[in-house]
């Protein structure tokens, strides 16, 4: 089909590109973004346990993961179009038979079925943000339109768990799913020519890549460990099921300002230093409020703080690590060491997590949050220096 034929020239920072790529992220993102309420609905609808609730989280994530790596190494030469139609169909699949299955080991497999999809199309999403020129406030846009989807849906999950089930959320899932489709004729077909990008730029710094990649895996790590379980930290509190999923819909609405300040807060004008510094630490110090058992007020406050927080920073980062190499491969990388510490981060609250207790849990993603700023400071600020000395030179 032409479709999937390579004619033409893509123009990344179109209008039209944009907001494709944004629908793609909205259809690759559709279960993880409200997944403290999919946790809350294992355990309250399916009666699994607590444990169990995370590994469910934990196997859509390593499917996410799994295909996000596989596209990292088969982006140069693979079709994105074609990739694009074939996650998107997996995705409605693995989406359609999570409605199915009520065993616990059934329903992994589903999930991870549904994951792998998912996370091939939120690697083409970002890695196509991630070819425009203003990455940072495009980025921005992406994660204004996703949370505001995810304040939505967090808020409606209790009304929806009681209206049409897990299985009836499932099945939206997969409908979806199937929107990706819409987005492809203003999708790129693969990462920019070698003859399109500056020959400086193409020569990645590995010194200086390494450890921030390490960084943010450590720091998708830390944001994976309490993400999923945020829902049931809240009702182990003695919050009720609503007034939770309220407070993560403020909390949404919170990460939503994120996002538009990282649109409209410039990396130039600020540098990269402060944003990162207090996102990062700033996290660290919201969840670090949960630990003595939060109050409505002491919940309300860390997870609107912890939201707002994570989706400020994230463009930065991002930013910072396509700053690598402008041909967006190193980009498609990052979004598979992302989605790899998403899953590592539910598996091991999974494994730690008590009954009806998140201390260690919480303490964990203040650990994490600590290496991964550690980790990612230092180079990225390095390699900023070394690009400014480029220029002015």
Known sequence: MSIFKNGGTYDPDRGSSIAAAVLLGLSANISFIIQPGLVGGFVDALHFTEGQAGELAAYEMFGIAASTVVLAFLSLKANWRISLALCAILAAVGDFLSAKMTGFHELGIARFIAGCGHGGLISLSFAAIGLTKRTDRNLGIYLTALLSYGALGLLLMPYLLDAIGLSGIFIAFSVASLMALFSL??????????????????????????????????????????????????????????????????????????????????????????????????????????MPGPSYVTYLIAVCGFNLAWNKVL???????????????VMTFALAIQMGGLAIGPYIASQIVGEGDYFSVELSSVIFFVIGYVLLIFPIMSHSRILKAAEQG
């Open 185 to 290: 004729p203003y999708m790129p077909y693969a990462p920019k020519e070698e003859a399109a990008a500056e020959v400086e730029a193409t020569r990645i710094n590995f010194r200086l890549l390494i450890p921030t990649l390490l960084g943010f895996l450590a720091y998708n790590i830390s944001q994976g460990i309490v993400w999923a379980y945020l829902f049931l930290i809240g009702t182990g509190a003695g919050l009720g099921d609503q007034t939770v999923a309220n407070s993560l819909f403020i909390s949404q609405i919170f990460g939503v300002i994120g996002a538009f300040l990282a649109v409209i807060i410039s990396a130039k004008v600020v540098g990269r230093f402060a944003p990162i510094t207090a996102g990062v630490l700033g996290g660290a110090a919201f969840i670090a409020l949960l």
């Open 315 to 329: 463009p930065f980062i991002l930013a910072a690590i396509a700053d690598f190499d402008v041909r967006g491969r």
